[in-house]
């Protein structure tokens, strides 16, 4: 898979990690949220195939962190 860095151009994928759904939201009250919620916001990720927002790092590059949306059945690019 290619991906293309924002400030590098395209790159093969080794040069990068992914870090995480960019979609997820911390819960925004901490010291009253659920131990269910929590849970839920740690472990728990849609996995849902189709459109997904993502936060990768250049890691053997720049090292620059961005997101990027794609399609996580065919790996097609879906913000140019």
């Known amino acids: 898979m ?8 395209p790159r093969e994928q080794v040069e990068f990690a992914w870090l995480d759904a ?3 939201v911390r819960p925004t ?3 009253s949220t659920t131990d269910a919620a929590w ?3 740690l472990y728990f990720r849609r996995g849902t ?3 997904s927002l993502e936060r990768w790092h250049h890691l053997h590059g720049c090292g620059a962190h961005f ?3 794609r399609d996580s059945v065919t790996h ?3 913000d140019e």
């Open 2 to 9: 290619c991906i293309r860095c924002p400030f590098c151009g």
């Open 22 to 24: 960019a979609d997820v």
């Open 29 to 31: 009250e901490p010291a």
């Open 39 to 41: 849970t839920d916001y």
């Open 49 to 51: 195939p189709g459109a």
């Open 67 to 69: 997101t990027r949306r």
């Open 76 to 78: 097609a690019r879906l």
